[in-house]
């Protein structure tokens, strides 16, 4: 597993950017299929973005598509999401998260971060 830690989450208003990141460490993070997920309170959480382990291929849930941009850092351990035209509904609790596999969307994600809160005011 890695260690994943989340940091860039806040308080914006609707309109406007934010720029999650993700620290890896631990076993070698290019062996990891990553994503970014997120759970608003009452809501099952579920995944806003998804990488393979090189960064040439992306999946983007519907919601978020066009606005969210998934990206990686091999060399640095870094995994990041910008997200641009922020909205309301776009409110939670954003966690990162990894699984060992070459494909975008790894079959199961064994490594967690804690999460980092995305508050969009309107």
């Known amino acids: 597993q890695v260690q994943l830690v989340e940091s860039g989450g806040g308080v914006v208003q609707t309109g406007g950017s934010l720029r999650l990141s993700c620290e890896a460490s631990?076993?070698?993070?290019?062996?990891?299929?990553m994503a970014w997920f997120r759970q608003a309170p009452g809501e099952d959480r579920y995944l806003v973005g998804g990488?393979?382990?090189?960064?040439?291929?992306?999946h983007y849930d519907v919601r978020v598509k066009g606005r969210f941009t998934i990206s990686r850092d091999n060399v640095k351990n870094m995994l990041y999401l910008q997200m641009n035209s922020l909205k309301p509904e776009d409110t939670a609790l954003y966690s990162c998260?990894?699984?060992?596999?070459?494909?975008?969307?790894?079959?199961?994600?064994?490594?967690w971060g804690q999460g980092t809160q995305v508050t969009v005011s309107s």
């Open positions: 990488i393979n382990w090189s960064g040439d291929s992306t």
């Open positions: 631990g076993r070698s993070f290019s062996d990891y299929a």
């Open positions: 998260a990894g699984g060992p596999s070459r494909t975008v969307i790894a079959p199961h994600y064994n490594s």
